[in-house]
């Protein structure tokens, strides 16, 4: 069974940056694809990022786009989160999720997640 992990969350001032991780276990680790998604309070997760299984295929939510970079290396089963010019509405709780091989923005076709991570950015 899968099991992903997330870790670099912390506090950090606006314009900062973190990079968040995410570890895969289990043998079908290679082919899945990864996602990241974010949760405030009261609110519905988001779709904040993902990459397909082979790293050829990305896409991001519009308001991280030129900020954040996705990528993975598949040799440690793990992916990241690179986070650039932080807002202070990027606050929130950081979910790692994986499916098998493509990429989706839906939280519900994702099939194994992680405990979350949280991520604060002060003005």
């Known amino acids: 069974q899968v099991q992903v992990i997330e870790s670099g969350g912390g506090l950090v001032q606006a314009g900062g940056s973190l990079r968040l991780s995410c570890a895969a276990s289990g043998r079908t680790s290679s082919t899945l694809a990864m996602g990241w998604f974010r949760q405030i309070p009261e609110k519905e997760r988001e779709f904040v990022s993902a990459?397909?299984?082979?790293?050829?295929?990305?896409d991001y939510t519009d308001s991280v786009k030129g900020r954040f970079t996705i990528s993975r290396d598949n040799a440690k089963n793990t992916a990241y989160l690179e986070m650039n010019s932080l807002k202070p509405e990027d606050t929130a709780v950081y979910y790692c999720a994986a499916r098998p091989w493509q990429i989706s923005t839906v939280p519900s076709e994702y099939v194994t997640w992680g405990q979350g991570t949280q991520v604060t950015v002060s003005s």
């Open positions: 990459i397909n299984w082979s790293g050829g295929r990305t």
